[in-house]
C-alpha cells in the first residue's frame, strides 16, 4: 500500500493505524492506566509549557519518520514552534518536527516501543528527548540527544524527578504515576 493510499484510509478510519514500507497495523487501544499516565504527562508538560513556543499534544497527533517513513501515534509529542508537516501529505496532518515523544508501554507493545520504534524515532533530526514510562511499576525511562547527536539513557525509579533539558521542565514521578482511584 502506498502512503497516500494509507492516508486515504487513515482519513476515514474509526481506529489508528501504523505505516511502514508499504505495511499497516492497527493500533490497540490502551488500559485505564495507559491513559492515565499519558494524561498525566501531557498536563504537567502542558502547565509548565504554556508561556513558551511549545504545545503537547495527546495521541492523536500523527507522528511521521521522514528518514524511515514510520507513521505512528506516540501517546504524546511536545512541538515548539511551527509545526512541519510531511510534504507528502497533503491533509497536513502528519508531523515530522517533534521535540519530544512520548510512549506508556503496554505488555502487548513494550519490546517494539523499546526496540524497533525508538530507533525509527532516534532518527528524527529535531527530536531531543524520548520518554517511555512503564504501567507495572514507577519507571521512566528518557532517552536525551546530546549536542554531538548521540543518544543516552538515564532511568528514573520510584519517586524522583526527570528532567528535560530541552524543554526546562521537570516531571515527579508522585505527579506522572498519580491515581486517585487505586
Known amino acids: 500500500m502506498s502512503f497516500a493510499e494509507y492516508l486515504a484510509i487513515e482519513a476515514e478510519s474509526t481506529i489508528k493505524h ?4 508499504g505495511q499497516v497495523w492497527a493500533m ?3 488500559s485505564r492506566r495507559h491513559v492515565a499516565i499519558a494524561a498525566n504527562l501531557l498536563r504537567l508538560l502542558g502547565n509548565q509549557l504554556q508561556a513558551g513556543p511549545c504545545q503537547a499534544h495527546s495521541s492523536d497527533v500523527r507522528i511521521r519518520v521522514l528518514a524511515t517513513g ?4 506516540p501517546a504524546g509529542s511536545i512541538i515548539c514552534g511551527q509545526a512541519e508537516l510531511d510534504p507528502e501529505d497533503e491533509r497536513g496532518e502528519s508531523v515530522t518536527n517533534p521535540v519530544v515523544l512520548i510512549e506508556v508501554l ?4 513494550a519490546e517494539y516501543d523499546e526496540g524497533e520504534k525508538l530507533e525509527h524515532y532516534k532518527r528524527i533530526a529535531s527530536l531531543r528527548h524520548v ?3 512503564a504501567q ?11 549536542a554531538d547527536g548521540t543518544w543516552a539513557l538515564a532511568r528514573q525509579l520510584g519517586p524522583g524527578v526527570v528532567h528535560l533539558s530541552a524543554l526546562g521542565a521537570d516531571l515527579p514521578l508522585d505527579d506522572v504515576y498519580h491515581d486517585p482511584l487505586a
Open 70 to 73: 514510520l507513521a505512528t501515534y
Open 136 to 146: 507495572d511499576e514507577r519507571r521512566i525511562d528518557v532517552w536525551t540527544r546530546g
Open 18 to 21: 501504523e505505516f511502514l514500507q
Open 106 to 109: 503496554s505488555p502487548s507493545t
Open 28 to 30: 490497540a487501544g490502551g
Open 131 to 133: 520518554l517511555i514510562a
